[in-house]
């Protein structure tokens, strides 16, 4: 680390490891034109013509004046020109605020004295990334106007930083005894995102950059890629944390149409997440991960008035503690979510009734610029089942092919438009004597939708138990679309000449438009039935 001497004449800098520097001033500034940078603090004639010298003086007298021998800038403490160097800085910055004795405050466009001056709240200072950290991290701050006189600490203006940053006191001033790292960690990360909801930063990437020190996570600097540096922040963070309240942000754009991946595309979505609270601590939530699919995620969904879901992100709004509130995602199929209404978040209330068990699901990370197409064409011919189950557990589902493509929160194979496309679900009916059966469905480019029942003892049952999904289409695809009532058959126990019929399944099609989309609907009325013999 690079500290100024601030004793010396001409001013020096001098390089110290970590055990051995010495007590440090650290400065918080918005860059000017004209700036001292590494390169020019060598050439001594040169650095005191440039306009930043004037600050760099100011900065130094007032580090002496405090009893203090160093001084770090940025401006002309890092090398800038070494890539190297320079993540490593960006990397350690909030650590090296934290480290610093005493951290000088200089808000180059306020004058404390004068009447004419601007609002302190108006200032460049409260408006740019970087200094957020720069607040936060240091254990004293003293604030200077134009001038460098002295008009406050943190400590003495606590109420009116915390009204302009919308930080709250606590954190801005924390107990003696409470770590910063541990109490930061705390706070869900919506809050902490919020703060940096109105700040600017002149490089893109840096948006993402200013942030490490607030999450505790640290990545490699790469300038030019732009927004996806603020992508790679939030994969960071995942990496580190369960707190879900990472996807509690919301779009500005006003659209209130559209899909979205599951990450934010900046701090400025998370601004109305200042009052976001968790539920209950982050360990208690649901484990989750980044994969090349999206995020992972096995949880729980909640049915909205339409074909989305709503996932649940364990948080809730101070002012309304009775509704928890989540994402609303709507399914591509292959288990494949996209968040729908990304203006908006969806209200879990209290009695808000769960489609089924724990899912597991991948919301994916970024979505294409035509998925709204993309995703009309999904429920386009799609089987919608509804089920009549009697008794509903004495009938159980013992698996799905295509698996992928079976949208359990709808109940309705997805097909995405395809001409030629075969589907099943096995059965099992539970009794004093059990059976199966399978109900099979699918669309031809020759013959059209078609729908079938087999128990046990037909060709299709045994295809579908092999999962050959081109055998179940030659038999299925012969039979139509009909109405039709099957029983279920099974051989009678130490039998050859006795069968029972342990269940009837009653089948309904319809073909109709569903959300405005062509589709069959398909009523599936299954009831058990006390064993009845039958001879061959």
Known sequence: MRLINCRTRPLQLESFGDEDRPAFVILSHTWEAGEVTYQDFAN???????????????????????????????????????????????????????????????ISDYDAVSTDSKALSESRWFERGWTLQELIAPKIVSFHDREWRLFGTRSSMLAELSAITNIGAEVLSPAEDVDLRDMLDDIPVARRMSWAAKRKTTKKEDIAYCL????????????????????????????????????????????????????????SEFILASNLEAVNEAKFNPEYSMSNKGLRIQTLLYPTDTDQVIMPLYCRYKEDPSKEIGVVLKHQGASLYVRARPNALGQIKTNTPILAGRSNIFVAKRVKVNVEKTLKAVHRNAFHIKFDLRPAKSIQLINTSPSELWDSENNMFITSGLRNFTAYHRFMISGAQHGQFVFACGTSEQSGPWVHVEDERGQMFRAAGENNLQRVAEIGKRMGLR????????????????KMKVGTVQVTCLKQSVRGEPGIVIMLKVERNNPLFTRF
């Not at 003086?57 to 890539?83: H, P, V």
Request: charged residues 20%; negative net charge.
């Open 44 to 106: 001594v004639d040169l650095r005191t013509t440039l306009n930043g010298w004037s600050k760099l003086e100011g900065a130094c007298r007032m580090s002496r004046e405090s009893g203090f021998d160093y001084l770090w800038m940025d401006t002309c403490c890092i090398d800038k020109q070494n890539t190297a160097e320079l993540a490593e800085s960006i990397n350690s910055m909030f650590q090296w605020y934290n480290d610093a004795d005493l951290c000088l405050v200089y």
């Open 212 to 267: 490490l020190g607030i999450f505790g996570v640290n990545m490699p600097m790469l300038y030019g890629e732009g927004a996806a540096a603020f992508r790679r922040l939030q994969e960071e963070i995942i990496k580190d944390s369960n707190d879900l309240t990472l996807f509690a942000w919301k779009s500005q754009d006003g659209n209130p149409v559209g899909y979205r991946g599951i990450l934010a595309s900046s701090p």
């Open 483 to 498: 109405n039709d009532k099957h029983d279920i058959l099974v051989l009678a126990p130490g039998g050859t000449f006795w």
